[in-house]
């Protein structure tokens, strides 16, 4: 079987494999002879390419998709639009922060919604701009770009968690505008490329009573404040600044909490690659059933694993497999699929993923 682009696809093809859009639903079994009608549903559902049968093309001059899934991510219109979008936006933003914290100016967080929600209305689900997401790991901006990835992870996260659209919108801002207070702290910390000494951890821990500050000034909802000054709290309560414990920390706090630490161990650091997905299920899993609220860090995991369903990734070992079964007992080891063969991750202690492909 070989790899095609969907804009290759011709009727008479006959698809290789079962074909899954990014909420899991089966759009085209295996073994279905392609139409213009079938063709059109894979554009429909932004699938990039699908595996067909080696005798269904025999003759034809098609070459064969090659890419890897994020390549393929990155090269399509949505992406493109998408990482668009969110450049302009994050321009805009980076302005409204700095007239904020420089001149004091006011906050409209309602121009600040809509031009954060127009960068997701490029994705055809939660899914997609999650994996759309997943491919912007290119910036170096410590503050602005991290912010805005965690107001997207958080507006995905509040539809998982099927919060109502209203409070979908407000934990959106809450993500937006979570680490405002580091504007406060002097560049020289907050860009250090070595790990910061005594001093300096105490003085960038102060960036959440900061930005409660400058948020209560300007008289905005509670949740958003609380989400500043608590997004580093812990549900055990060894968090800081307060040291408070999960009964007593605002619920939009614990949300932005669970996706500002994903966003900063998905992104490169001056002294670190990204780490992979899989890798930072594994430290949740084993670190974050005490430390963040056990429903919402449940849901989420889930629905990051979700997102790589059927994807291709590489092992441990420098081979590559297919995510064809989530463990929900152990999500950071799904069923992988090599040929005919299939391995239980979960069984495997000395093997695990090391990137999605």
């Given at each position: 079987m070989r790899r095609i682009r969907t804009s290759e696809l011709v009727p008479g093809m006959i698809t290789a494999e079962d074909v899954f859009n990014y909420n899991g639903q089966l759009i085209l079994p295996k073994g279905l002879t392609l139409t213009d009608k079938a063709i059109t549903r894979l554009e429909f559902y932004s699938i990039l390419s699908v595996r067909v049968k080696d005798s269904s093309i025999t003759g034809m001059n098609i070459e064969e998709d090659t890419r890897t899934h994020a390549e393929r991510i990155r090269e399509s219109e949505e992406f493109k639009k998408f990482h668009e979008s969110f450049d302009e936006n994050l321009a805009s933003f980076k302005d409204s922060i700095n007239d904020i914290v420089?001149?004091?100016?006011?906050?409209?967080?309602?121009?600040?919604?809509?031009?954060?929600?127009?960068i997701l209305s490029e994705a055809t689900s939660s899914y997609h701009a999650f994996d759309m997401l997943h491919n912007m790991r290119q910036y170096d901006d410590l503050t602005?770009?991290?912010?805005?990835?965690?107001?997207?992870?958080?507006?995905?996260?509040?539809?998982?968690?099927?919060?109502?659209?209203?409070?979908?919108n407000l934990l959106t801002l809450c993500g937006l505008l979570h680490d405002v207070g580091k504007l406060k702290i002097p560049d020289t910390i907050i860009k250090k490329p070595d790990r910061l000494t005594d001093d300096e951890y105490k003085v960038i821990k102060t960036h959440t009573?900061?930005?409660?500050?400058?948020?209560?000034?300007?008289?905005?909802?509670?949740?958003?404040?609380?989400?500043?000054?608590?997004?580093?709290?812990?549900?055990?309560?060894?968090?800081?600044?307060?040291?408070?414990?999960?009964?007593?920390i605002d619920r939009y706090a614990k949300a932005v909490a669970i996706?500002?630490?994903?966003?900063?161990?998905?992104?490169?650091?001056?002294?670190?690659?990204?780490?992979?997905?899989?890798?930072?299920i594994e430290?949740?899993?084993?670190?974050?059933?005490?430390?963040?609220?056990?429903?919402?860090?449940?849901?989420?995991?889930?629905?990051?694993v979700n997102t790589y369903?059927?994807?291709?990734?590489?092992?441990?070992n420098k081979e590559t497999a297919t995510i064809v079964f989530i463990n929900?007992?152990?999500?950071?080891?799904?069923v992988v699929k090599q040929g005919d063969k299939f391995i239980d991750l979960s069984k495997e202690l000395d093997l695990h993923i090391d990137a999605i492909l």
């Open positions: 420089d001149m004091n100016a006011n906050i409209d967080t309602d121009a600040m919604l809509t031009n954060t929600l127009a602005f770009a991290h912010s805005m990835n965690v107001a997207l992870i958080c507006n995905i996260f509040a539809q998982w968690l099927k919060w109502p659209e209203k409070e979908q009573v900061e930005g409660f500050h400058i948020l209560k000034s300007k008289n905005i909802n509670t949740h958003i404040m609380n989400a500043a000054l608590m997004h580093h709290e812990k549900c055990d309560g060894t968090g800081y600044p307060l040291g408070i414990q999960a009964d007593k996706a500002d630490v994903y966003d900063a161990m998905t992104s490169a650091r001056i002294y670190r690659g990204p780490l992979c997905p899989f890798r930072v430290i949740f899993e084993a670190e974050g059933l005490q430390k963040y609220d056990p429903e919402y860090i449940l849901i989420f995991l889930e629905n990051i369903l059927h994807n291709d990734v590489l092992l441990s929900k007992q152990q999500l950071s080891k799904p």
